[in-house]
T-cell receptor
């Protein structure tokens, strides 16, 4: 069964460093999403992406964040200069039309 | 104000019990997801529904659009059902808005 994959599973970085979180969505899906979950809190929407551009973003998704689909398979989230409060689980999701399918997540720890 | 409310927040039950988790939302939606999150953190989609009822194995999900309410039921619960169950809704756009989750523990 096709699934969304994410790498790495865990990333540890120093404050101020850039990180890139990678996702491979399900191959025939057209809509892509990033969500995050700070420990002990609910999952929050970051950004949606369709037709090679951002279709919606939350107020969390400021200038420090960017997304890219560099080729036909990967979908990446870049955080330019990480802050302590960026420590969270980051989930990628994709959908063909409506139902979203989630990846296993990347746990980002900022020290 | 939370747009998506779940109850209970925590639920502990004996193996074999019938489980009900509730989700209420405050505005009109186009569809609703029930998701399962295991201790390792990964999220699995259980159901997406916009009306009526869906069943998959021991899991049943219902939604009442007029009352802005959905329920997730688990029949013959088992310790492997222990997880956090999350309700998430589409508020007429692409993004999902999540509830805070219900932590379910099934005791053998």
């Amino acid at each position: 069964e096709p699934e969304v994959t994410q790498t790495p599973s865990h990333q540890v970085t120093q404050m101020g460093q850039e990180v890139i979180l990678r996702c491979v969505p399900i191959s025939n899906h057209l809509y892509f999403y990033w969500y995050r979950q700070i420990l002990g809190q609910k999952v929050e929407f970051l950004v949606s992406f369709y037709n090679n551009e951002i279709s919606e973003k939350s107020e969390i998704f400021d200038d420090q964040f960017s997304v890219e689909r560099p080729d036909g398979s990967n979908f990446t989230l870049k955080i330019r200069s990480t802050k302590l409060e960026d420590s969270a689980m980051y989930f990628c999701a994709s959908s063909a039309f409506d139902e979203q399918f989630f990846g296993p997540g990347t746990r980002l720890t900022v020290l | 104000k939370n747009e998506v409310e779940q109850s209970p927040q925590n639920l502990t039950a004996q193996e074999g019990e019938f489980i009900t988790i509730n989700c209420s939302y405050s505005v009109g939606i186009s569809a609703l997801h029930w998701l399962q999150q295991h201790p390792g953190g990964g999220i699995v989609s259980l159901f997406m529904l916009s009306s009526g009822k869906k069943k998959h194995g021991r899991l049943i999900a219902t939604i009442n659009i007029q009352e802005k309410h959905s329920s997730l039921h688990i029949t013959a619960s088992h310790p492997r059902d222990s997880a956090v169950y999350i309700c998430a809704v589409y508020l007429g756009n692409e993004k999902l808005t999540f509830g805070t989750g219900t932590r379910l523990t099934i005791i053998p």
